[in-house]
RNA sequence: GUGAAUGUAGCUCAGCUGGUUAGAGCGUCGGUCUGUGGAACCGAAGGUCGGGGGUUCAAGUCCCCUCAUUCACCCCA
């Protein structure tokens, strides 16, 4: 090949693509707008800070998934691989946490150096909520009903939804004194790379797939006996909101999620439908994060979702456009010599800024062709303009539907388009 | 980062153990129909066979390297 292509793990989406994408940011605006949500946009970069810390070092994100580089001035950049810690930042850079609670939303592409594989790529698209300044399960339950809802919405039913709970820094440092203890007696039967883990960050090690790993954990102390009464309470609550809710949720005890700020309430929604990259959403409670950026203390709780995940799950679904549309028209200028393509081309201008969606078709092919274009487009009507109409001052209006045609003036076409039309 | 499979026309794919000039369907464009569409029929354009090197009288086909895709591992959206 000799031109160049997309960098690996990137795609085009194409235009007939681009409107399923557009009816599902359309529906995430809309879900989010319904349940108080504001969008944010932070840049596509933020300073490698922003992300070692409140990741977490150990974490598979910031240890070898991040792009960062460094710009002409030596500051060390990094290509956001999730949007989480740069809304916390730039809540706290413009003092947005100054009236509480804050509700939040975002969209946007993402970006993680993996190998690509099906429904993961180095540039991905997700969007998610974030609410500050709710300590109760409410909010842990609004933003999991939200998730559900988008994905209702997008004609996605059939999932399953896992939650935990991590406790909070006091119940789950004692918690992970109790699993290091458990595992380090087991060590010489645990994987190399949780082996590594169970002194780097050992809380990784629930949730691996090994098979080895596996049976080990099977006796493993789970975090629920550690669980302060305050931290069981909050689970406890969550757990009984989403019941009355008529929401399923499992307990699975094994999820510890891929970033560190998580505290209490954690949860993951994955589809059958996607391979081994089933998880189409993650979120969870990250009450000690803002504090940790060096901000106060307030609490959080938000979501994450991935787009191409959430569309690859919908398309099954068959609840979006069909991806071989072609934009629909309501009106089809033809014209069949130059004269009368300017002749229309003041027409056309003013039947588009009537409302009305027209296109006229510039490349002087035979009429047929154009009237056969014109019929594909979905164009319920076509105005056609040749020598014969030019010498009378008047178009044909032809009903692509009845194959009826009528003469109407040049200065009339507008408001006789309208009338057509509405 | 590891493993496996796959790269031939815009798309989906043929091309047998190497053999002459590279194939089909769909799509595109044109004609039948000189100004009235969707059909049918006829025709055309479009390929350095992903790229580079090697073996051979001869490579789309075999070997090596490389790039990319797909699937899985790891992990995650």
Known sequence: MKHSTAPRGTVDILPPETAQWQVLERLIDETCTRFGYREIRTPIFESTEVFVKPIGEGTDIVDKEMYTFTDRAGRSLTLRPELTAPVVRAALQHNLLASL???????????????????????????????????????????????????????ITDYRLEINSLGCETCRARFREALVAFLRDRASSLSPTSRDRLSRNPLRILDSKEPADHDVLLQAPTMDGFLCSACAEHFAAVRTLLEAMGIRALHNPHIVRGLDYYTRTVFEISSTHLGAQNTVCGGGRYDGLVKAMGGPSIPGV?????????????????????????????????A???????????????????????????????????????????????????????????????????????????????????????
């Not at 429904?119 to 999991?144: L, S």
């Not at 994450?304 to 089809?332: C, H």
């Not at 154009?370 to 487009?377: E, I």
Request: with cysteine; proline share 5%.
């Open 101 to 155: 609670p804050l509700k939040l939303y975002y969209r946007g592409p993402i970006f993680r150096y993996e190998r690509p594989q099906k429904g993961r790529y180095r540039q991905a698209h997700q969007w998610g909520v974030e609410c500050f300044g709710a300590p109760g399960p409410e909010a842990d339950v609004e933003i999991i009903s939200l998730g559900l809802e988008a994905m209702r919405r997008a004609g």
């Open 302 to 334: 938000g979501l994450a979702m991935g787009m191409e995940r959430m569309l690859l799950v919908a398309r099954e679904a068959g609840t979006l456009p069909a991806r071989d549309g072609k934009p629909a028209l309501d009106v089809a200028f033809v």
């Open 336 to 422: 069949l010599d130059e004269a009368s393509a300017h002749l229309l081309v003041p027409v056309l201008n003013s039947v588009r800024r009537l409302g009305y969606a027209a296109d006229m078709d510039y490349t002087r092919r035979a009429i047929d062709k154009q009237l056969r274009a014109a019929g594909d487009s979905g164009a319920r009507w076509a105005v056609i303009v040749g020598e014969d109409e030019r010498a009378t001052g008047a178009a044909t209006v032809q009903n692509l539907v009845t194959r009826e045609r009528v003469r109407v003036g040049l200065d009339e076409l507008p408001a006789d388009i309208a009338r057509r039309l509405a």
